[in-house]
């Protein structure tokens, strides 16, 4: 079981919670992005620096991660991909992707897009809360022990 962060646009305080509960199980933790990430030197936890193309990080984690591992990523289209492999998902604000409701999240996503590229205005991602940090912790840890029991 590996843990995967899609690292790009990851909260300082979600990074700390995932390298805290690393550290904790000793699970193999992969942070990927396109740029440099810092963390403390654990045998355990690695990055990988990919090209700044904007769906590298994604096609990375896509291609790398298997079923019974756990990612973490704000990418809709990566979610849905990794969701129908097995993969638990869950988004930094805590809200897990399920096979029962990615497709609705999709369809979602895609309809914003849309909106946005025929010159429309959409929300913006809503503010990173204490709220989701909790939310994400409590995720995390259950998510993370019926994955251990599982393997």
């Known amino acids: 079981m590996k843990i995967w962060v899609d690292a790009d646009a990851c909260p300082a305080p979600i990074k700390e919670l995932v390298i805290r509960a690393a550290r904790r199980l000793r699970i193999q933790t992969v942070f990927v992005a396109n740029k440099y990430i810092s963390l403390p030197e654990l045998s355990f936890l690695s990055t ?14 896509a291609q790398h991660a298997a079923a019974g591992d756990l990612a973490v990523t704000q990418d809709i289209p990566l979610a849905s991909a990794l969701v129908l492999k097995g993969i638990v998902v869950m988004s930094p604000h805590g809200h897990l992707f ?30 990173f809360g204490r709220k989701d940090k909790q939310r994400f ?14 393997n």
């Open 48 to 61: 990988v620096r990919i090209g700044m193309d904007v769906e590298a990080a994604d096609l990375y984690i």
């Open 98 to 127: 399920t096979k029962e409701n990615i497709g609705e999240r999709l369809a979602i996503r895609n309809m914003m897009q849309g909106i946005r590229e025929a010159g429309g205005i959409t929300p913006g991602p809503r503010e």
């Open 137 to 150: 912790a409590d995720t995390l840890d259950r998510e993370l022990t019926k994955c251990m029991k599982s």
